[in-house]
T-cell receptor, first 114, second 111 residues
Framework: DVKVTQSSRYLVKRTGEKVFLECVQD?????MFWYRQDPGLGLRLIYF???????EKGDIPEGYSVSREKKERFSLILESASTNQTSMYLC?????????????FGPGTRLTVL | GQQLNQSPQSMFIQEGEDVSMNCTSS?????WLWYKQDPGEGPVLLIA?????ELTSNGRLTAQFGITRKDSFLNISASIPSDVGIYFC???????????FGPGTSLSVIP
């Protein structure tokens, strides 16, 4: 079974802190994604990566950065957390850019910024 | 940017009832996807549709790719308590485009 794991299920941080959300997949997938999920807004793409050390902005990249040093790991970084970044963060991976391939999601990290 | 609309936003139904929900887009899509998110988990793909008019089933779930290519429908027959969750539609204009997710339909099943 494909497994996507996220480092924390729940996280509470203070405004201005630097926050790291880690995601690891064990299926040798090329593609990895970070979404945030807010009620009534669905899943919005923050950043994605099609290869190691490669990253592309999604629809809402402001206030976030990412790092992909190894194929299996994709990190989301909040340089200076703000209260409007309180949300559920979902990581996903898929195997082939050129086809509509299933995205496998992790369980999510619920981040609260105080 | 592209947006998907899902209807209804939420549903409360009795166990055993059938469920219908739909998704509409302002753009033409070549692919429609339906995901389900169980409480406390990430979304899981239920059904993928690749051709206009296509009707695909997965157990008690049936999804259709609308012939206008701007909509898709999901039906669940004889609902059971484990059907509870949020159902997301998603679409792609081409297989090289980002997947766009709808806002979700929240389903509650009353035993």
């Amino acid at each position: 079974d494909v497994k996507v794991t996220q480092s924390s299920r729940y996280l509470v941080k203070r405004t201005g802190e630097k926050v790291f959300l880690e995601c690891v997949q064990d299926m040798d997938h090329e593609n990895m994604f970070w979404y945030r999920q807010d009620p009534g807004l669905g899943l919005r793409l923050i950043y994605f990566s099609y290869d190691v050390k490669m990253k592309e902005k999604g629809d809402i990249p402001e206030g976030y950065s990412v790092s992909r040093e190894k194929k299996e790991r994709f990190s989301l970084i909040l340089e200076s957390a703000s209260t409007n970044q309180t949300s559920m963060y979902l990581c996903a991976s898929s195997s082939d850019r050129g086809y509509t391939d299933t995205q496998y999601f992790g369980p999510g990290t619920r981040l609260t910024v105080l | 940017g592209q947006q998907l609309n899902q209807s209804p936003q939420s549903m409360f139904i009795q166990e055993g009832e059938d469920v219908s929900m739909n998704c509409t887009s302002s753009s033409i899509f070549n692919t429609w996807l339906w995901y389900k998110q169980d409480p406390g988990e990430g979304p899981v793909l239920l059904i993928a549709l690749y051709k206009a008019g296509e009707l695909t089933s997965n157990g008690r779930l049936t999804a259709q790719f609308g012939i206008t290519r701007k909509d898709s429908f999901l039906n669940i027959s004889a609902s059971i308590p484990s059907d509870v969750g949020i159902y997301f539609c998603a679409g792609q204009e081409t297989s090289y485009d980002k997947v766009i997710f709808g806002p979700g339909t929240s389903l509650s099943v009353i035993p």
